[in-house]
Structures are given as C-alpha cells and as structure tokens.
C-alpha cells in the first residue's frame, strides 16, 4: 500500500530555514503522470497548498508555489530516494502550521492527489 512519511519539522526563530523530507513507498514518485505536493494547515484556518512538483514537466519537471511562500520555499523530489523535500527559508510566523505531503496524479490537468502523509509541526517564533 502506499505510504508517506514526513520529517524534519521542529521549532525556528523568525528567518531561520527547515527542510522536511516525505519518503514515499508504494508509489513511483518519478512517474511522468504523478504530481507531488506539500499542503499546510494553521490552527483554525482550512488547509491550504503550499507548492507542487510534476515530474513529468520538462527536462527536470516543474513547480508552483502558494503566492506567500514564492521565493523562500522550494519543492523537490530525489527518485533514487523515493523522497520528496520542502526547502523553507526566511521562515515566518505565519508559517507556523502542520506540514503534510501528498500523492496523486494528473487528471484533466489538474493533480488529484490521493494519498496523504500525517504531518509534521513547523513552529516559528
């Protein structure tokens, strides 16, 4: 069956940088249809996604990112590991959330992710 697991959250001061690692077993992270993405959720807020990777957009896929994380996190994937990353920099307060990554595929140009990993706390202060 398929399984996600995230690590590397913990607690940072504002500015500081995290990386958190999603080891996928299961599912070929590398498939030119799948889509890999990282998704957060706040205290009392809904989550929301934070940044996609489709491995299968050019030479060495594509990314997107949620507007407020634009040029401080990066999303990437090593195959040969069967891992996804999140790079976080200049990390924020407002970053402060549980971190989770998903699984899924393209379908109608648009990732449907299917599977979920159970999360990892990033706390900024």
């Known amino acids: 069956h398929v399984q996600l697991v995230e690590s590397g959250g913990g607690s940072v001061q504002a500015g500081g940088s995290l990386t958190l690692s999603c080891v996928v077993s299961?599912?070929?992270?590398?498939?030119?249809?799948?889509?890999m993405g990282w998704f957060r959720q706040a205290p009392g807020k809904e989550r929301e996604g934070v940044a996609i990777f489709y491995p299968g957009r050019g030479a060495t896929g594509a990314s997107t990112y949620e507007e407020s994380v634009k040029g401080r996190f990066t999303i990437s994937q090593d195959n040969a590991k069967a891992t996804v990353y999140l790079q976080m920099n200049d990390l924020q307060p407002e970053d402060t959330a549980i971190y989770s990554c998903?699984?899924?595929?393209?379908?109608?140009?648009?990732?449907?992710?299917?599977?979920w990993g159970q999360g990892t706390q990033v706390t900024v202060s």
């Open positions: 998903a699984a899924g595929v393209i379908l109608d140009s648009r990732c449907r992710f299917a599977y």
């Open positions: 299961g599912y070929t992270i590398s498939y030119s249809g799948a889509c």
